[in-house]
């Protein structure tokens, strides 16, 4: 069944309509006419129609098989020149030209032949036009549905909506009667159109309301299609019941509607109201940054837009979005309040009130004044299709509202695709086209069968294409369809498409009803006859996507099957092979092979078998009916799964190869026995346990379907490997050659297998290299088995064809062997890379010896260029493996953990000639090995003591398991630095360890500990120069931000700032920066150090001021070198090299620095209030945080007394918090005290220092501190401080008050006072008792003291003072005055 095109309706007075439309134009006599024809015009139809056609030449030769020869006495095409809208119920027509118009409506009649028949008659005829010298431009017929509930779907009326030249909207009855005009705009009405609902097929599809759009030459007029709908009832009403009443009409108030001022488009001919959209929120994002920018604001919900589509010129196609809710409609003020209220009963009820009964004196007036006209809202076009030649001329929407069809004057007809806004399709060759929808539904009896019966039936749209200039109708399938049908008509007709249905219909009023409406009809004004197209919905499939349709039922049943768990083999086979060889499309058959060759349930031999069977019918075929990709396809898949079997089999086979010869392995055994230990050591310590998962296992068989992916056969024949992962890859390797490495496959039979498969050698040696790397534990297990079976295979790859070129030179390298040694240098797993690079290093001499013997070369040019590398290498992985063995001893229990650091000959040449040593002090870092025990063994390097080896040897069975595993490690770093004696140089190490823990406490700051270690293996590096490199890096690049944080913090808060400050502003707590201060006080003290040994050439630090300049002349640098077989290293500059380069430090900045570090890690420790930078001068303060490599203005000459007056007072409350740090109860007093903390011994020592620095009288500070320290209690630490105090008399009044205070306690405030005492009392002197009331005892922290103390400080103060002091009489008398209390409390 095909496309048909049949007549539904004749017209009637055709000739009559074309007389009265044309009978006011001017007739020329037939003379003239004929003369002037003659004259001025000649025959063009032959060149005419043969430009039209000549892109056309398959609907040429169509359509000139049907051509019919139009009568001689055709009449003009007269119609072409008229307006002609038909309703969709095809049940008026409507015929206009210039001021009239004809309306022809639908009428039955009987034929001759009796058959019934319908027929189009002039039901009225007559002028439109109003105004002066307005004209008809545009006319509509709009059915109307009925309200009634009897209703069917037919159409109640329809009004017909014409437009003029003058803008005005005027809406008409069928019988002529005008029930509605409005003035919308002053410019010209272009175009007409309508849009009526439309029932969704699908849930998503939004919901389209009715509407009446007007096109003008730059604005866009939209009516409401309900309150139009509404509008229309009540005027018809009102019209009808004036004309039964005999009244006069009253005029209604205007419509509502939307006016858009369609900007940046130069012409607009034609228009189409696609409808409410809602875009996706993509979309929506997109067309915001593209309009607003970079920063535009995206709502939360997308709008809903109208779109636009304009056709015309510049651009040839605009595409405008108004968002709805930004317009409102325009009414008039009088009728603002009862526009939406129009209804017949308001018009029964109310007309009245609307003013509709005024007097004819105020409608006249109203008829001459000009009606207000509003303005429009400005739109801005969003897109367009530009093309400054093109000039559209027309636009068709489809039914659908995705597509639409635009014709132009070059005579293309192009598809628009309005989602999207592109061109999705063009047709060349359509001057003066005309373009209609049809949009066919799907048969019941097709979709009854269909496996998706229960869903909605679909549907297939067609355009319609009228080409006039050739006379044809053509119709085509979307989108991209071939041409389903082509008629041959007149060239005069006209396609007449409405594009919408009957008026007033909504959701709830459509159900039940089938509306009987024509969707494009062709009108023949040389037949006089109206006609419709037929087309069958199988058209929108044609022959080719039938087949194709039943190919992929095929393949959905195949892989249907493939998904089945419960298919057995058997049926698997037969299926898959039965579908493959009933597929016709070579794509699919191709896309159902590899389906089957990637199910991993299928079996090789159903693999094999219908990929066999596939290919036996193909080459059965015709050599040009068949698609040579998929014959290559069935061929390369045939020869990879036979591959696949033979190496299974050979997998299974026993091993019945013997070694040869050639397979002698006596240089290799002399190495594995000398590597033997280190090797067995490196297998314990890999051998840990750890979790896996089974399917990562390297012994997971390969299956079928992963060997078929990552092999690939070239159209020469040769297979080559796909390397998409290291885990496939691996897996590859493990199925191919660990069978043979183990001694389970015969090597020679694997290796002549792949070669004949086509497989190239270099591959085959990369994938043999990954598997024995990967499988490192089973090859250490059985070193010497499988490195005999490792050589075997490479001399076995080594002879196959485009291996080893014949043309190398020895003197040369070789790429073959390179290959090996590239793989060994990269490899992280040092002793199966050491292995690999014996086993190969005997293998290239073996075949340097043969071809220096085939060539007749004496035995000393057998020495090449190769064998040099192959020595290199060996000795650079001995010292990986060494130093990998080292890196894999564990992290003792509690100690900082980390990942074991990985390395390989690659990564040690790329860290640079530092990199071996950054390593070394990394593997320290995780260990927490203490600088001493780290320098111990490194002296043991030095002094090779072996008796001292040996008694560690004898006294090893009776230390602990621990102690043993430490000798073990101190073994293991021994030979490290044995190996690299200039890497791991005892500077070098201590200078990388000292720069992991900065690092480390970097990345962590709440551990002190690290920033100490750090500066714990500073200290013992033993090059000054390398010291102060690292120091003033350390400083630079780590210490000072945070140390200028903290000082601006404290000097802040004036005091020790708490928790959450120190947090907040410096990055670590208060203990952590108490801590760190400790640490830069270290710090800055090593660079004094080291400044002064190399400026002064001393080793002491000392604190004289002098002032230095950067200068290192006097103590040589060292010199930095590397082994020769890592002198090829290339990367960043290790520390030692980049400290080295550091400029030296000005020294009185440093002890500027120095300074403030002291004081405000004393503030911090003892809780003192303070502002350490307000301790210092301006000068001072500016000299603060700068390089220490300048020199600064630095304070000199005396200090302002007020400021020495505060630093004395910090001084002393420092002096005041140790002593009350150290009276610690639990702790006797004669313990030492530690090294380091509030209680540390050397804080004494540190004050008075730092005030001989900042001016300030260092016996003031000793004198305090005797004083503090009596007062305390602590009179045996006083006695020793008392021996460094210069003015003794000083001092001795001090401790005078401080013993009367005593005293005064014993005597007067102490509440066990005995009977003694108080005789004691009585019987002083009146100038003493007097005295020892007057002391405060409270003063005292430490009241209680023996009485054996305080006799001895009386003893000492009456030495102290001399004889003529003022105060030595009252010394004397507290004297006696002790002894007799002392002898009292004897008694």
Not at 951 to 976: I, Y
Not at 1293 to 1308: A, D, E, I, M
Request: hydrophobic fraction near 40%; proline fraction near 5%.
């Amino acid at each position: 069944m095909s496309c048909s095109l049949y007549e539904f309706c004749r017209l009637q007075e055709l000739k009559t309509v074309r007389d009265y439309l044309f009978q006011n134009q001017g007739k020329e006599s037939a003379e003239e006419k004929n003369q002037t024809e003659n004259e001025l015009s000649w025959d063009t139809s032959d060149w005419e129609s043969g430009w039209d056609n000549g892109d056309n030449k398959e609907e040429e030769s169509a359509s000139s098989a049907k051509a019919e020869e139009e009568p001689s006495g055709q009449s003009p095409p007269w119609l072409q020149d008229c307006t002609v809208s038909l309703s969709p119920c095809a049940d008026l027509l409507v015929v206009a030209r210039e001021q009239k118009a004809a309306f022809l409506s639908a009428k039955w009649r009987t034929d001759d032949g009796g058959r019934e028949e319908m027929t189009l008659a002039v039901s009225w005829s007559g002028a439109l036009c109003t105004e002066e010298g307005e004209r008809v431009s545009s006319v509509i017929a709009i059915p109307l549905a009925s309200q009634k509930r009897s209703s069917t779907g037919r159409p109640d009326w329809t009004c017909v909506v014409v437009g003029f030249t003058s803008g005005y909207v005027r809406f008409y009855t069928e019988s002529g009667v005008l029930l509605l005009a409005q003035l919308l705009h002053v410019d010209p009405v272009l175009r007409l159109k309508c849009r009526t609902y439309e029932i969704p097929r699908h849930p998503g599809v939004t919901e389209q309301h009715e509407e009446l759009s007007i096109l003008y030459p730059a604005a866009l007029v939209t009516i409401d299609g309900f309150s139009l709908f509404q509008s229309l009832r009540a005027c018809r009403n009102q019209v009808a019941r004036a004309a039964a009443a005999g009244s006069d009409v009253v005029p209604p108030p205007p419509l509502a509607y939307k006016k858009w001022g369609l900007q940046e488009m130069d012409t607009i001919v034609d228009h189409s109201s696609v409808g409410v959209m809602t875009l996706c929120v993509f979309d929506q994002m997109k067309n915001a940054s593209i309009l607003g920018g970079f920063n535009a604001s995206v709502k939360g919900s997308p709008p809903a837009m109208s779109q636009f589509v304009t056709v015309g010129s510049g651009p040839y196609t605009g595409f405008y979005y108004a968002v709805e809710g930004n317009s409102q409609p325009l009414l008039s003020h009088v009728a603002l309040a009862v526009a939406s209220k129009l209804t017949s009963a308001l018009f029964n009820a109310a007309s009245g009130w609307l003013g509709w009964n005024k007097n004819k004196n105020e409608e006249e007036a109203a008829q001459k004044q000009k009606p207000k006209v509003e303005p429009a809202t400005p739109l801005g076009i969003r897109f367009g299709l530009p093309d400054s030649r093109r000039h559209g001329e027309s636009i068709c929407l489809s039914p659908c509202n995705t597509l639409a069809g635009v014709t132009d004057d070059f005579g293309r007809v192009a598809l628009l695709d309005l989602m999207r806004g592109v061109t999705i399709r063009m047709w060349k060759g359509y001057r003066d086209a005309q373009l209609g929808w049809l949009q066919v539904q799907e048969e019941r009896g097709d979709r009854e069968f269909s496996p998706s019966a229960s869903l909605p039936r679909r549907h297939a749209l067609f355009l319609i294409i009228y080409a006039p200039r050739r006379g044809i109708l053509e119709v085509w399938a979307m989108q991209r369809g071939p041409r389903v049908g082509a008629f041959t008509v007149g060239k005069h007709c006209r396609l007449l498409y409405a594009g919408y249905h009957l008026m007033g219909v909504n959701s709830v009023t459509s159900q039940g009803w089938q509306l009987h409406t024509q969707q494009v009809c062709l009108l023949d004004p040389t037949a006089g006859a109206l006609r419709t197209i037929n087309i069958p919905f199988h058209l929108a499939l044609s022959d080719k996507k039938n087949e194709r349709a039943r190919d992929m039922h095929l393949l959905k049943r195949l892989s249907a099957v493939l998904k089945s768990r419960d298919v057995d083999p058997e049926t698997l086979e037969r299926e898959a092979k039965g579908a493959l060889l009933e597929i016709k499309h070579p794509a699919i058959k191709k896309q159902a092979l590899e389906s089957l060759l990637s199910n991993r349930s299928a079996p090789v031999s159903c693999l094999t078998n219908v990929t066999s069977a596939l290919h036996d019918a193909l080459q059965q075929q015709d050599a040009e009916e068949v698609e040579a990709s998929l014959l290559q396809l069935c061929s390369s898949r045939l020869k990879l799964l036979q591959l696949y079997a033979d190496i299974q089999q050979l997998r299974s086979d026993a091993n019945t190869e013997g070694c040869s010869g050639n397979d002698s392995l006596e240089g290799v055994e002399e190495e594995l026995a000398r590597v033997g230990p280190t090797l067995q050591r490196y297998a314990r310590l890999c051998s840990k346990p750890s979790v896996s998962f089974a399917q990562d296992s390297p012994d997971t068989p390969l299956s079928a379907q992963a060997f078929l992916t990552q092999l690939e056969c070239a159209e020469d024949g040769e297979v080559k490997v796909n390397r998409s992962s290291e885990a496939e890859w691996n897996q590859l390797g493990n199925f191919l050659f660990w069978g043979c490495l183990c001694g389970q496959s015969p090597t020679h039979k694997v290796c002549d297998t792949l070669q004949l498969a086509g497989l190239r050698p270099q591959q085959l040696l990369s994938l043999v290299m990954s598997v024995w790397l990967q499988r490192e534990k089973e090859v250490l297990q059985r070193p010497v088995e499988t490195v005999r079976n490792l050589h075997t295979l490479l001399i076995a790859l080594s002879n196959m064809d485009g291996a080893v070129d014949e043309s190398w030179d020895p003197q040369s390298v070789s790429p073959w062997w390179q290959q090996v040694r590239l793989t060994c240098i990269q490899s992280h797993n040092a002793a199966a890379a050491l292995l690999a690079a014996l086993v190969a290093h005997s293998a290239t001499k073996t075949s340097i010896t043969s071809r220096a013997d085939s060539k007749l070369h004496s035995e000393w040019e057998a020495v090449s260029l190769e064998l040099e590398q192959w020595v290199v290498c060996v000795r650079q992985l001995e010292d990986v493996l060494v130093l990998q063995t080292l890196l894999l001893v564990p992290s003792p229990q509690g100690a900082t953990g980390g990942a074991v650091v990985q390395c390989s000959i690659k990564t040690l040449l790329e860290g640079g000639t530092g990199g071996i040593a950054d390593s070394v002090s990394k593997w320290v870092f995780r260990q927490s090995m203490a600088p001493e025990r780290l320098k111990e063994i490194l002296q043991r390097k030095e002094t090779g003591d072996k008796k001292e080896q040996k008694e560690v040897g004898d006294e090893a069975g009776e230390k602990e398991k621990s102690q043993e595993e430490a000798d073990e490690t101190a073994e293991l770093l021994l030979a490290v630095c044995q190996r690299f004696p200039d890497s791991l140089s005892p500077d070098l190490l201590f200078a990388h360890c000292s720069w992991e823990y900065v690092v480390q406490w970097n990345k962590d700051p709440e551990e002190p500990r690290y920033l100490y270690s750090a500066m714990e293996h500073l200290k013992v590096i033993s090059s000054p120069h390398i010291q102060l490199g690292i120091s003033t890096m350390m400083w630079s690049t780590f210490i000072v931000k945070r140390f200028s944080a903290a000082a601006f913090l404290m000097e802040k808060v004036g005091k020790a700032p708490k928790d959450r400050l120190c947090r907040r502003d410096v990055g670590m707590g208060d203990k952590a920066m108490t801590s760190f201060l400790g640490c830069c006080v270290q710090l800055l003290q090593i660079l004094m150090e080291v400044t002064g040994l190399l400026v002064k050439n001393q080793s002491s630090l000392s604190f004289i001021p002098f002032y230095a300049d950067s200068a290192m002349e006097e103590v040589p640098a060292p010199e930095l070198s590397v082994e020769e077989a890592w002198s090829g290293a290339e990367g960043p500059a290790s520390i030692a090299e980049l400290a080295l380069e550091q400029r030296g430090v000005h020294y009185p900045l440093v002890q500027h620095h120095w300074l403030l570090a002291s004081l405000m890690h004393a503030a911090m420790s003892f809780s003192v209030k303070v502002k350490p930078l307000g301790l210092f001068d301006s000068k001072g303060k500016n000299a603060f945080f700068r390089d220490l490599t300048t020199i600064q203005l630095m304070p000199s000459g005396d200090m302002d007394p007020g400021l020495i007056s505060v630093r004395q007072e910090f001084l002393l409350r420092v002096l005041t918090g140790w002593v009350q740090a150290i009276d610690d109860p639990s702790c006797p007093a004669s313990a030492p005290l530690p090294s380091d903390g509030p209680k540390a011994d050397w804080w004494p020592s540190l004050c008075i220092d730092l005030g001989s620095l900042l001016q300030v009288n260092p016996d003031i500070l000793r004198r305090h501190l005797v004083c503090e320290l009596y007062n305390q209690g602590l009179d045996p630490r006083a006695e020793e401080a008392m021996l460094q105090v210069e003015d003794k008399d000083v001092l001795g009044s001090q401790l005078l008050v401080l013993t009367g205070q005593r005293l005064s306690y014993s005597l007067l405030h102490n509440q066990n006072q005995t009977h003694a005492a108080m005789e004691l009392l009585a019987r002083l002197p009146p100038t003493l008792c007097t005295w020892l009331k007057a002391m405060d005892p409270s003063e005292l922290r430490c009241p209680l003291v023996s009485l054996t103390e305080t006799s001895r400080l009386v003893s000492r103060l009456t030495e102290m003072l001399p004889e003529n002091h003022a105060q030595y009489s009252l010394a004397l008398h507290l004297l006696e005055a002790v002894d007799v209390l002392s002898l009292s409390a004897g008694d």
